[in-house]
């Protein structure tokens, strides 16, 4: 049975920090490109950070640049996203998601098929 479960979520204020941990299980974890990807209400799922699945190459959308950083650990079969200077505009549900497609750096929702349940991050004072 193959299982992702995210955890680390919480409260948080403005320009503070937290660390997401999304241990795997059920698949060849080092074949996979693992993501973050992260809903607020009322809108679209969107990719914040991927990873390729040796850990060598990572992307990250524009707005979390500079501030999230995405790790792989294969022999703990777990990915992290450490997430720094928080903004309200963070708030969001947060997934990891797994693929072995080739074109995981573009962080479409429609090429992974792994998923996990999410973790909630809120930012606010």
């Known amino acids: 049975e193959v299982q992702l479960v995210e955890s680390g979520g919480g409260l948080v204020q403005p320009g503070g920090s937290l660390r997401l941990s999304c241990p795997a299980s059920?698949?060849?974890?080092?074949?996979?490109?693992m993501s973050w990807f992260r809903q607020a209400p009322g809108k679209e799922r969107e990719g914040v950070a991927g990873?390729?699945?040796?850990?060598?190459?990572?992307f990250y959308a524009d707005s979390v640049k500079g501030r999230f950083t995405i790790s792989k650990d294969n022999a703990k079969n777990t990915v992290y996203l450490q997430m720094n200077a928080l903004k309200p505009d963070d708030t969001a549900m947060y997934y990891c998601?797994?693929?072995?497609?080739?074109?995981?750096?573009?962080?479409?929702?429609?090429?992974?098929?792994?998923w996990g349940q999410g973790t909630q991050v809120t930012v606010s004072s």
């Open positions: 998601a797994a693929t072995r497609d080739a074109n995981w750096w573009r962080l479409r929702r429609d090429e992974y098929n792994l």
């Open positions: 059920g698949f060849i974890f080092s074949t996979y490109a």
């Open positions: 990873i390729f699945r040796s850990g060598g190459n990572t």
